[in-house]
């Protein structure tokens, strides 16, 4: 069987998010869900949605960079400016 890049859904506190899904991604989603309980732990397939929204945002480069940057950002502006000699 392939590989799923989900297998298994930790419990976590969530927080409650309301969105509409097209038929045809909502059909996926139920098969995805269906496939990951073959693993022998039922899956809600509303439960799969954080997971797959945090690997898309893990495996996006330029988010990546851009937040890193903005990270950056900052810090340079919460640290105290250095002391100036003269």
Do not use: C
């Not at 899956?43 to 937040?67: E, N, Q, T």
């Not at 990270?71 to 105290?80: E, N, V």
């Amino acid at each position: 069987m392939t590989k799923l890049r989900i297998t298994e859904i930790p419990d976590e506190k969530p927080v409650r998010v309301t969105l509409d899904l097209p038929a045809d991604l909502h059909r996926d989603l139920v098969a995805y869900a269906a496939l990951v309980s073959q693993n022998g732990q039922h899956v809600d397939p509303a439960r799969l949605v954080p997971h797959m929204i945090r690997g898309f945002i893990a495996s996006d480069r330029a988010f990546r960079k851009l937040r890193q940057g903005a990270r950056r950002a900052a810090i340079k502006t919460l640290s105290p400016a250095a002391p100036e000699h003269g």
